[in-house]
């Protein structure tokens, strides 16, 4: 079993840029997939980004496609999440979360059921 743990969220300016990153111990991530969710208050959680196990495919959200970039380094047992160009609406708790059973070079996946093992989330929060 694998635990995750979210770091890098805080407060910024509309405009600014922050780095999320999932560390993941107990397991090596490179056998996960891993997604980022987030979810607004009032709001349900929704898909943002996710990466499969190799590095080379990843998929987004359209409301942040242009702005955020996923990625991993295995070798740190890390995955990141590079949020350029944030606008008050991306203001969320953003979670890391990773999908077992996933084929290596298999598409990531942007629905929330299929990931397997969450951590605990960071604050973003975005003032206009």
């Known amino acids: 079993q694998v635990q995750l743990v979210e770091s890098g969220g805080g407060l910024v300016q509309a405009g600014g840029s922050l780095r999320l990153s999932c560390a993941a111990s107990?397991?090596?991530?490179?056998?996960?997939?891993v997604g980022w969710f987030r979810q607004a208050p009032g709001k349900e959680r929704e898909f943002v980004s996710a990466?499969?196990?190799?590095?080379?495919?990843?998929a987004y959200a359209d409301s942040v496609k242009v702005r955020f970039a996923i990625s991993r380094d295995n070798a740190k047992n890390t995955v990141y999440l590079q949020m350029n160009s944030l606008e008050p609406e991306d203001t969320a708790v953003y979670y890391c979360?990773?999908?077992?059973?996933?084929?290596?070079?298999?598409?990531?996946?942007?629905?929330?059921?299929?990931?397997?093992?969450w951590g605990q989330g960071t604050q973003v929060t975005v003032s206009s």
């Open positions: 979360a990773a999908r077992a059973h996933s084929y290596y070079f298999a598409a990531p996946s942007n629905a929330a059921y299929e990931y397997d093992y």
């Open positions: 107990g397991r090596t991530l490179s056998s996960y997939a």
């Open positions: 990466i499969n196990r190799s590095g080379g495919d990843t």
